[in-house]
Structure formats: C-alpha cells, structure tokens
C-alpha cells in the first residue's frame, strides 16, 4: 500500500463543488492517420480504459506512445485521421460538441494573447465561455478567485508578452502555464485534459500545480485528466489513476498506488532503488518483451470479465432480476453485494442501464489488494454496456443521442450572444492595436516612407507632355502598387499570428468565427483609414496632383478599396495554406497578374488573357486613378503647344470606359465578395480543421 497522502490544500478553495462528476469510458479507440504508400499509421490500437469521477488520472508513456492522442481524442478535440471506438460520459454517448462545452483543455503549448494583461486574459475568457446572464461582478470575482488559487494575483496585471524561442519578455514561463490552466479553469467544467502541464514549470511550481488539480478532482468533483512525463516521487503521490501506454497500446488503467503491485504480480517488481514512475517507464522501454506480455495481459483481463459479466448477467436472468434502464436503488444494492461494493445503496446521479450504474459503483470503490482483485477491480472499470464491437468515428457520438448526463447544453451552443462576442472581441482587439504602439508605428512609417520616396522620385510633375504624362501615369501606378502590397502583407502576416488563439478559442467553443471576423473587420477599419490618409495625404501634394478636393476625395476613396480589397486578400491566403510560407507565396503569386494587368506595363492585353483584368480589382482602381489626374488636366507639348484636357493622353489600355464612379462600384462590388469568400474560406477551414 502506499504511504497515506497528504495534500497540500490550496488556501482558499474556492471554485463550486461540481454536481455533475463524470466518469468517461473509452472502448476500443483506435486512431490511424493517412500515410503515403501504405494503409496509414496506428496511433492507437484498441485502447480501453475509463477516467473516473472525481479523481486525478496521469497518461503516462515513452514519448510517441500516443498519450497525447490519447487526451485530444477524449476531450473530443482530434482530427486528421480515422477514430474508431466507442466513449461514454457517465454511460451515455454524448455529442462532442456538448461535452466540449462542459469540459476544458489546457494544451502543452500556451497560446496567450501577448498584448492582453494576466487578469484580461482569464477575464475574456469568463466573459465569453460563462453565461452572459451572470453578471461581471460575479464573472470578475471568479476570475479574481482562480487568480489567488494560481498564485497569479502578484502579476495579475502584467503583460503576458511574447516568448520567441524562449526569450520571455513579459511573464514568465511558469506563470504563462497557470495562466493557461486558469483560462481552462474559469469555465465550470466538470472534466479537465491537461497536456504535459507541468513541462517548464520548476519542481515547486509542478507540484503546486499538480495539488491544485488534485484538490480540484477530490474535493471540486472535477475528472482530471493529464498526459506527464517523468513526474517526481512527490507528484506522483496526487495521482489518483494511472493509464499507462507504449505504441498505441494500453499497458496499465487503475488505481496509482496499485500499479506497483499489478507489475509484480506480472512478474515485473520494482526494484527498490526506482520509484514506481521509473519502474513503468523502463518497461516501456522493453518493447520486446514486457510491452506486448503486458498489452496482452491487460486485454486478456477485460476479456475475463466480460466474460464474467455475461455470466453474472446470465445468472442474474435467471434470479429474475432483469436488465432494465434505470435500475432500483434496491436491485442495486443487491447486485453490489455481490460484486462487493462498498457504496451499497447510495443513489446514483443519473440514470442509465443497470450494468453502467453498477460499473460506476466498482470504479468510486476500487479493490486494493492482490493483483487479481486489483485487475478484477480494473476489468470491472472497462465493462461497457453493449457489445464489444467498433463503431466508425462518424458515428461515435451521432448528431441524434441527446447527452443524458446533467446539465443539457444545446448542441453548437457557446455561452453568450454573437453580438455580446463581438462586443468584448472588439474590445480585445482594440486594446492590441494601442497596447503595440510599435506596431502601429511600424505600418504607419511604411507608408509614409513609400510616400516620401514615391513623393522624391515624382516631385512637382513636369507640366508637359512628353514627362509630365508619362512620369503620372507611372507615379499612380506606384501609389496602386503601394496599396496593394503592403496592406496584403501585413494582413496575411497579422492573421498567422492569431490564427493559433483563434483555433484554440474557437475548438474550446468561446465564440462563432464570424464574431471574430466582424470584430476584426470593425477594429481595423479606423487604422486602415488612418493609414489610408496619410498615405494619400503626403503622397498627392508631394507629386503635385491637380488641386481640387474633389479629385483629392476620388484619390483617397479610390486608392483607400485598394487598401481594403487587399487586406481581404491577405486574409483570405493566410486561410487558405496552415504554413505562413505558403501563405505568402500564395499571396506574392496573385500580385503578379494583379500588378500586371493594370495596362501600365503593357500596351495591348492578348484577348485570351483579358479575362484576368476583368477580374483585377486594381486595374479597376488604377484606371480610376489616372482618369481622376487625367480628366481636365492642362498640359502643355513639347513645342509650347497647351492642352487643356488631357483625357486623350490616357493610354489605351489603361482606359477601360467606364466612369470614375463605376470603377469605384465595381471595386466595392468585388471587396464585399470578397470578403464573403474569405468569411466562407475560413468557416470552412474551421469545420474540416484545416485552421
Ligand atoms: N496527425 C499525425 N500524423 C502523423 N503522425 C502523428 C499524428 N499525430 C500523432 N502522430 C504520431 O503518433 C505518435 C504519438 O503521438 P502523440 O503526440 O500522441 O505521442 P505522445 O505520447 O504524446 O508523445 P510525447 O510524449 O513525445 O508528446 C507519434 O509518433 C507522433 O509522431
């Protein structure tokens, strides 16, 4: 037996007692991804086990043993490859979409918002994961509670910052992991997946980490789930199970303090000189021989036992008992005297078969002692009702099994309105703007050093024909071009930089990905207008276009939808490749044509290419441009000669017959649809998880 715990109790507990423990079965999970040239990789293979109630569970294994998997697939948040298998919450099949919302993750890399203070992040999220009915005061006073129990208030107002390869400007390393864990915290999730939480975190930090969490499972009645490493002697003793892996297989799920004695019984005993974390995982290492021994001892043992399940079944036909839903509490005490419960009569939170009621019953009272009442214990963890069968992933958790398990949340549901997100996203957003005042300063001496030189190279246009016309045309060419590049750029780039938090708070349900897109949309436009007038602003007096506020109106709305058509375009390639690279390369591939096709650069379109200009929203915008200098412009020739418009100068391929006015239509024709596309592009990447 293990030594008697002592736990070091978090000073001010405070998060509610959950009324909904969940315990998670899992059957047969196996997961195989694609694989060029054979018929794909198993991860998983047949993996059974359960996840009680109210108890801390470490998934351990050598590296690649598929403990993360493992976790994703149970937090119902995998993708990227065929699942089989079966899970239940409390004996129910639940849609993954409701159990998301009723459980949290905390993933091994922390996603934070660089700009956002400690407290605004945890804030946001209570703000969008907790029902807009609560109010705020009760939001932030949550928010303040799970800032104490991390330990966080010292910094609670500090900048989360950046870690660029681990160098941390803002907090640090420690503190982003229990930012991350109070951000899965702030919801009332009755289940919490944690990836390798402790990783980074110094042994202090570790083990105060890890007795929150058991406090949390013990006494909040939250199922805690975790995947670790080489965790210590003193963490290890929170634990309350252990499913141990190697290659895909399940090795080991059951009580912690009774794995010592399973493995010796196994004929694998711990020598004294290695605790037992180190003991699991050097027979991890023996793939030749205790892996496989094991894997097929663990599957033999749930075979025994449904074997004697359906023989207790069989007998209990006989007694007359019945196996129907919903059970009695005195049919219950009687079947858990014979499987020797210590819970005889208490009743259960849910309803459900009998067989699933009486499981639960075994799993709060696991059976210390020998080796073959530990894996009888075990073995009556794994019985699920129904079949020992596989299921196709589409159909683990069907669209129509409504969750019976307390309380109901609507499929698809997130906690708050579309606009209340757009509101506090909106917020967000802002706060990022100001809060990189560098940033801002960045983009904005860009365009005033494109200004300046476009300003140099064209200073006070000749006012003659044969310069004067040319050097116009070539210097609006390079004012389309500067608002076609530089805003595409910074859009695609910005959007690759929040497309990791937007996966993360979209796949934990936070809020709809048109939240995001409207806010973002909104936020941005008062800094693209800026950027827009001072672009315009400095570079229309600098080459000395015609004076008239009108013509200066048309060159700022004009060149200002360039600005707006060519961020969507940068948005739109940030969604269509996960790598930046690519991204950018998508984008720098569509610039050519865009650029080329303005009729600047050649004299005559060929008639089997005239389509991409058609198509070419800055040609649009060029043509518009050279007409607004153009028209009613006095000029004069070489020999002295004065025109008094120079309409006729434009070149032919850059008029496109049409008014300054339709250009203008067109382009916010295309900027809508656009937009549209890149809404519909990303909601669709979000769906496919191609994020
Ligand atoms: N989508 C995927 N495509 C290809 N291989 C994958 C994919 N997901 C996981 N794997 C592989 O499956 C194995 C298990 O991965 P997983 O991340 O679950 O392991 P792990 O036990 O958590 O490892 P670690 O402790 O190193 O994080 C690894 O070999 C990994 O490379």
Known sequence: MSPPRTPREPNTPSLAVNRYPCEIRFQNLAFHVPKSGDGGLAILSDVTGVCAAKRMVAVMGPSGAGKSTLLKILACNVSGGELQGQIMVNGTAVHPKVFKNQSAVVWQSDVLLASATVKEALMTSALLKLPQSMSRARK????????TELELQGVKNHMIGEDVDGAVSGISGGERRRVSVGIGLVTDARAIFLDEPTTGLDSDSAEQLISLLSHLATHKHRTIVLTIHQPSSDICERFDDLILLSSGRMLYCGPWPEADNYFATAGFERPGYRSTAEHILTLCKDKEYAVPFLAGQYAKSLIDQQLTRLDSQASMGALGLGLKRGGSVGRLSRHNSITGGTEAGKPLARGGSLVIDLEAQAVASPQPGSAPATISALAARHMVAGALQSVPSNALLPDDIPSTSQPHVALEEVATSQWYQVHVLSVRFLRSWYRCPTNLAIQAGQYIFFALLIGATYWRLSGTVTGGAFDRHASLWFVASCMVLQPGNNACTIMYSQKPLLRREISNGLYHYSSFFIAKSLTSLPFQLMFACIFTGSVYFLVGYQISLVKFFLFFALNFELLLISETLGILCAGLARNELVGMIILATF??????????????????????????????????????EFEGLSISTAQGMHVPDATALIAPNIENGLSIGTDALIMLGI????RFVAYIQMTLAIKFHKL
């Open 671 to 674: 900027l809508v649809g656009m």
């Open 591 to 628: 610039y050519v044509p865009l650029l080329m096709f303005t009729g600047f650069i050649q004299t005559h379109t060929p008639v089997y290419l005239a389509w991409i200009k058609k198509l070419s929203y800055v040609a649009y915008g060029y043509s518009g441009l050279v007409k607004n």
């Open 140 to 147: 932030e006073e949550r928010v303040e509670q799970i800032l």
